[in-house]
């Protein structure tokens, strides 16, 4: 058991999971948004491969993976980290009402 309480398979799981909306943000259409305005051209690349996995949809966890994808792929970047932490936060302050819910129900609390 790790430090924060997680089994190994946990983990493990966790991973797979990372790598399905990894795979599934390379697969999907491009998305038409104006949701990333913001994005600078070294993170433009994030912000609309975030949006393929919204317009894509699915459970909540999947949305909190594509939220920690891009919070990841940001910091790969180069971006600031009050930038990050201000796209990750609204992410998932506000996109619930963006993301496709589709196999559980919605998340949008």
């Not at 390379?26 to 975030?50: G, I, R």
Request: net charge negative; aromatic share 10%.
């Amino acid at each position: 058991m790790s430090d924060d309480g997680m089994r190994w398979w946990e983990w493990a799981l966790f991973g797979i999971g990372l790598l399905g909306v990894i795979l599934a943000m390379a697969d999907a259409t491009p998305a038409e948004s104006q949701t990333c305005s913001w994005a600078t051209a070294k993170t433009l690349y994030c912000c609309t491969n975030h949006d393929r996995a919204y317009t894509q949809g699915g459970t909540e966890r999947d949305r909190e993976l594509a939220d920690a994808v891009l919070k990841h792929c940001l910091r790969l970047e180069g971006a600031d980290d009050p930038l990050i932490d201000a796209v990750y936060t609204s992410a998932r302050r506000f996109g619930a009402t963006d993301f496709r819910y589709r196999g559980g129900g919605s998340g949008a609390k």
